[in-house]
């Protein structure tokens, strides 16, 4: 019998996040010894102030939904190393294209179990992580080797969601000028994915690694899945719950950003009226989306989870400004528990 979302909340705040702590012990100690001092300041950084990522993400791999227990494995290390190369390439000391795209050339090893080793800092001007990047990667591609069918079902789409989320880093921490032409790029070449989205929500859309997550998910619990149900899944998280994802992010980050003069897909909407409409249009549609699914009470709980998750951040305020209490009705009561929930037990 699918769960109920209070009971998916117990068994996120019992079960996953607990797991989550452990699971990341090993991989801060690891940190902990890269020997150059940068590299290890934004590893640490990043496990410190992201491990909300990885939090959030476990929601996808819980007992419920993969009790394997393999695309968690995955996850974490995963997580960790998309959060690590974010923070290292955010206002860092290189924007060079070149230098982005070897850096994450990281992430399309880490989801192919027989690539060969890669010098991932070879444009870097900081080079000794003590093997730090590489053994995230071989954590991932040892996951990924015991699930089943994986590289003939699930790696095709993995690599295109791996090639979606790094032309966005790149874009994104690339020289100021040439970010909005790189992601409209994007948005143009993947013209067949927009479904009414602007070129910013779109972008944001591949920002997210949930996709990949509910894919391998999937896959790790039901080695019988076919490529048809697989494909149907990554077109729910991709691009409605990722953009939805992504753009709260942003949404909570918009003040931080613009005093740094980042990127902010969310300032590209005309006010703020604009961005709730949208917002609200995005939350709608996943649920529309995820309603002909076997387990769409998972999907709606992962939807509202992620209004509830990020609206409840203290950088937005308290009381929240009508414009977070707009969006968050949109979940009505469940999203409302969710709220209160998620202000008590968060770590970010």
């Given at each position: 019998m699918e769960r109920?979302?209070?009971q998916l909340a117990l068994e996120y705040l019992t079960g996953v996040r607990p797991r989550v702590t452990q699971a990341l012990i090993p991989i801060r100690a690891a940190a902990?010894?890269?020997?150059?001092?940068?590299?290890r300041q934004a590893a640490l950084s990043s496990i410190d102030s992201k491990r909300f990522h990885c939090e959030g993400g476990a929601v996808l791999a819980g007992p419920s939904r993969d009790a394997s227990g393999r695309s968690f494995d995955f996850l974490i290390p995963y997580q960790t190393l998309c959060d690590y190369l974010d923070t290292l390439t955010d206002r860092g000391p290189s924007k060079d294209p070149e230098n982005l795209r070897q850096l994450h050339q990281a992430l399309f090893d880490a989801v192919q179990p027989a690539a060969?080793?890669?010098d991932y800092y070879r444009h870097h001007p900081h080079?000794?992580?003590?093997?730090y990047a590489r053994w995230l990667v071989r954590l991932c591609q040892r996951s990924l080797g015991e699930i089943e069918g994986y590289e003939r079902l699930a790696m095709p789409w993995m690599l295109d969601l791996v090639d979606r989320y790094v032309c966005l880093?790149?874009?994104?921490h690339g020289p100021p000028d040439s970010r909005v032409p790189a992601l409209r790029a994007l948005f143009a070449r993947h013209r067949g994915d927009h479904l009414g989205l602007f070129w910013w929500e779109f972008a944001a859309a591949c920002g997210s690694t949930l996709p990949m997550f509910a894919v391998l998910a999937k896959l790790a619990s039901q080695p019988a899945a076919s490529e048809v149900?697989?494909?149907r899944l990554v077109r729910l998280y991709h691009p409605w719950i990722g953009g939805l994802h992504i753009l709260l992010d942003y949404l909570v980050d918009g003040e931080e950003d613009r005093q740094h003069g980042d990127l902010n897909f969310v300032a590209y909407y005309a006010d703020a009226e604009q961005a709730r409409e949208r917002l609200s249009w995005l939350y709608r549609r996943c649920l529309e989306e995820a309603a002909g699914y076997p387990d769409a009470r998972f999907h709606h709980y992962v939807a509202t989870g992620l209004l509830a998750f990020y609206l409840c951040d203290r950088k937005l305020g308290f009381p929240p400004p009508p414009m977070v209490r707009g969006l968050l009705a949109q979940g009505g009561l469940e999203a409302a528990i969710l709220w209160i929930l998620s202000g008590l037990s968060r770590s970010r």
């Amino acid at each position: 019998m699918e769960r109920r979302w209070w009971q998916l909340a117990l068994e996120y705040l019992t079960g996953v996040r607990p797991r989550v702590t452990q699971a990341l012990i090993p991989i801060r100690a690891a940190a902990e010894s890269i020997p150059d001092a940068a590299l290890r300041q934004a590893a640490l950084s990043s496990i410190d102030s992201k491990r909300f990522h990885c939090e959030g993400g476990a929601v996808l791999a819980g007992p419920s939904r993969d009790a394997s227990g393999r695309s968690f494995d995955f996850l974490i290390p995963y997580q960790t190393l998309c959060d690590y190369l974010d923070t290292l390439t955010d206002r860092g000391p290189s924007k060079d294209p070149e230098n982005l795209r070897q850096l994450h050339q990281a992430l399309f090893d880490a989801v192919q179990p027989a690539a060969p080793d890669h010098d991932y800092y070879r444009h870097h001007p900081h080079r000794q992580d003590g093997g730090y990047a590489r053994w995230l990667v071989r954590l991932c591609q040892r996951s990924l080797g015991e699930i089943e069918g994986y590289e003939r079902l699930a790696m095709p789409w993995m690599l295109d969601l791996v090639d979606r989320y790094v032309c966005l880093q790149v874009a994104k921490h690339g020289p100021p000028d040439s970010r909005v032409p790189a992601l409209r790029a994007l948005f143009a070449r993947h013209r067949g994915d927009h479904l009414g989205l602007f070129w910013w929500e779109f972008a944001a859309a591949c920002g997210s690694t949930l996709p990949m997550f509910a894919v391998l998910a999937k896959l790790a619990s039901q080695p019988a899945a076919s490529e048809v149900e697989l494909e149907r899944l990554v077109r729910l998280y991709h691009p409605w719950i990722g953009g939805l994802h992504i753009l709260l992010d942003y949404l909570v980050d918009g003040e931080e950003d613009r005093q740094h003069g980042d990127l902010n897909f969310v300032a590209y909407y005309a006010d703020a009226e604009q961005a709730r409409e949208r917002l609200s249009w995005l939350y709608r549609r996943c649920l529309e989306e995820a309603a002909g699914y076997p387990d769409a009470r998972f999907h709606h709980y992962v939807a509202t989870g992620l209004l509830a998750f990020y609206l409840c951040d203290r950088k937005l305020g308290f009381p929240p400004p009508p414009m977070v209490r707009g969006l968050l009705a949109q979940g009505g009561l469940e999203a409302a528990i969710l709220w209160i929930l998620s202000g008590l037990s968060r770590s970010r």
